[in-house]
């Protein structure tokens, strides 16, 4: 029993590291590595596949330092699928493919298509329990996670940096602490018991709303302000028009109702925000 807590063999084993693969938590930031080689127009398959492992195994450090930080050192959680040794195994290894992959785009690409990619390492190692105590970094780690994502998935393939992903890195940091703003919400009541300093916790759940939609308003208007000076192509403003709707909605229902919106409104403004400046239907 190196891995499971509850159970011995292989498929126990198995079955407790992959517990720490949240897909709502993973597929962000494998779009946005994907999404910032798309970017680069013409992109190679296996330089972009090695960007997103990496991303990968950075968000599964940060799940399993989580889980051992809440667990056995914080003592919060009532269960963990992971022994204490599985965890700093599992971290070990996920931490070691990490830089394996950094090494691999040091080598193919440049140093830089390395140090652009280390800290969504450095932000997911550190989430628990450093980043995760400070209402602005507990709320800006994730989404500053998918915005590095976004401008190294683009580096790798390109060697350069652009004003086009980093636009989206912005924009998608300001548009994605909102959400996440308002995803911490919905667990007012138990982070308030532990003490966890979320933004509705220190400022109370009415203003973290007027916070959160303010900072998804703030991340609409750097749309259209892109689009105004031409880093995006008009068509991009399509974009803002989709997520309006959803968030008009989603600010008259309960906190987790709002996340399951806004959540999805991310996909679709991604989505339309891809096709106008891949496409460019309006040019
Ligand atoms: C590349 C990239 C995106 C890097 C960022 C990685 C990162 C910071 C992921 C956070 C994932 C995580 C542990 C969420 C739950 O934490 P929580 O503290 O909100 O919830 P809890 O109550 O379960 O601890």
């Known amino acids: 029993m190196t891995f499971s807590r509850h159970d011995s063999g ?9 517990s720490q693969v949240h897909p709502v938590f993973m597929l962000p930031p494998l779009a946005a590595s994907w999404f910032g080689s798309v970017l680069a127009g013409e992109f190679d398959v296996a330089l972009g596949a090695v960007h997103m492992v990496a991303v990968f195994l950075a968000v599964y450090t940060a799940h399993v330092k989580d889980g051992y930080v809440d667990f056995y050192v914080r003592d919060e959680d009532d269960d963990h699928p992971l022994t204490e040794r599985g965890c700093r195994l599992a971290l070990a290894l996920a931490t070691t493919g990490f830089f394996l992959c950094l090494g691999a785009l040091w080598l193919l690409v440049d140093p830089v298509a390395a140090l652009v990619t280390l800290p969504c390492w450095l932000i997911a190692y550190h989430h628990a329990p450093q980043l995760d105590t400070n209402p602005v970094t507990a709320t800006t780690g994730y989404p500053l996670g998918i915005a590095v994502a976004i401008v190294g998935g ?10 086009v992903p980093l636009a989206f890195a912005v924009v998608f940091l300001v548009l994605l602490s909102g959400v996440k703003v308002i995803d911490d919400a919905k667990d007012y009541e138990y982070d308030r018991s532990i003490r966890k300093r979320t933004v509705a916790v220190v400022v109370g759940r009415e203003r973290a709303r007027t916070v959160a939609f303010g900072l998804m308003a703030v991340g609409l208007v750097a749309v259209l302000a892109f689009a105004a000076v031409s880093v995006f192509p008009p068509s991009a403003a399509a974009a803002v028009l989709v997520f309006v709707p959803v968030a008009a909605f989603a600010r008259r229902g309960t906190d987790e109702l709002a996340t399951m919106l806004l959540v999805r409104g991310c996909y679709l403004f991604l ?13």
């Open 10 to 18: 292989v498929v126990a084993d198995a079955r407790a590291l992959s």
């Open 271 to 283: 989505a339309v925000l891809l096709v106008a400046v891949y496409y460019q239907p309006l040019s």
């Open 154 to 163: 683009y580096y790798v393939q390109t060697a350069g940096f652009a004003a």
